[in-house]
T-cell receptor, first 110, second 116 residues
Framework: EDQVTQSPEALRLQEGESSSLNCSYT??????LFWYRQDPGKGPEFLFT???AGEEKEKERLKATLTKKESFLHITAPKPEDSATYLC???????????FGSGTKLNVKP | GAVVSQHPSWVICKSGTSVKIECRSL??????MFWYRQFPKQSLMLMAT?????????EQGVEKDKFLINHASLTLSTLTVTSAHPEDSSFYIC????????????FGPGTRLLVL
């Protein structure tokens, strides 16, 4: 059965304290893996797409990496405005849909 | 990035009435759009996949007669909640599949529905 697990569920960091979020998946026929950021009461905002193991992408303080079994979202020197829920979503070849993880709620304190 | 809009952003209605939510891709054509439902403090739950010119594909457990989806053009999909009841109150979010080289799913801002 296809599964997506994100950890931790919640993460509290001090401003400037770097950390990583994990997205583990057991899906067959992975076409790509997407990372999104969601603020309360809003639709998810696209961050990255990763297509193959070893691929990395960066945007400001965020860097996403992908292996065959999991993806990491590294946050370097976070700021309070990085506080949000981060969602990962594998996208499969055989099914035209995305599987969303339950998300990691990040809270960065000044 | 590509822009997806939703209208209305929030709606309050009486039990038994029907509510239509529009999802538009503003600067690109989308043959595929998705409709999600999100409960408080929970992740997105895919309700259905909407393909332009064909019937929507509903996820298991989603009543197709309750949640009517129409994808009449390459830039517009609509979700109609028929005979709404309080348990249908939720945050509904649409997305559109953007396919120029690499596929990406862009989301609308969401519609909050409250059924009294």
């Amino acid at each position: 059965e296809d599964q997506v697990t994100q950890s931790p569920e919640a993460l509290r960091l001090q401003e400037g304290e770097s950390s990583s979020l994990n997205c583990s998946y057991t899906v067959s026929g992975l076409r790509g893996l997407f990372w999104y950021r969601q603020d309360p009461g809003k639709g998810p905002e696209f961050l990255f797409t990763l297509y193959s193991a070893g691929e990395e992408k960066e945007k400001e303080r965020l860097k996403a990496t992908l292996t065959k079994k999991e993806s990491f979202l590294h946050i370097t020197a976070p700021k309070p405005e990085d506080s949000a829920t981060y969602l990962c979503a594998p996208y499969l070849y055989n099914f035209n849909k995305f599987y969303f993880g339950s998300g990691t709620k990040l809270n960065v304190k000044p | 990035g590509a822009v997806v809009s939703q209208h209305p952003s929030w709606v309050i209605c009486k039990s038994g009435t029907s509510v239509k939510i529009e999802c538009r891709s503003l600067d690109f054509q989308a043959t595929t759009m998705f409709w999600y439902r999100q409960f408080p403090k929970q992740s997105l739950m895919l309700m259905a996949t909407s393909n332009e010119g064909s019937k929507a594909t509903y996820e298991q457990g989603v009543e197709k007669d309750k949640f009517l989806i129409n994808h009449a053009s390459l830039t517009l999909s609509t979700l109609t909640v028929t005979s709404a009841h309080p348990e249908d109150s939720s945050f509904y979010i649409c997305s559109a599949l953007y396919n120029r080289g690499q596929e990406t799913q862009y989301f609308g801002p969401g519609t909050r529905l409250l059924v009294l």
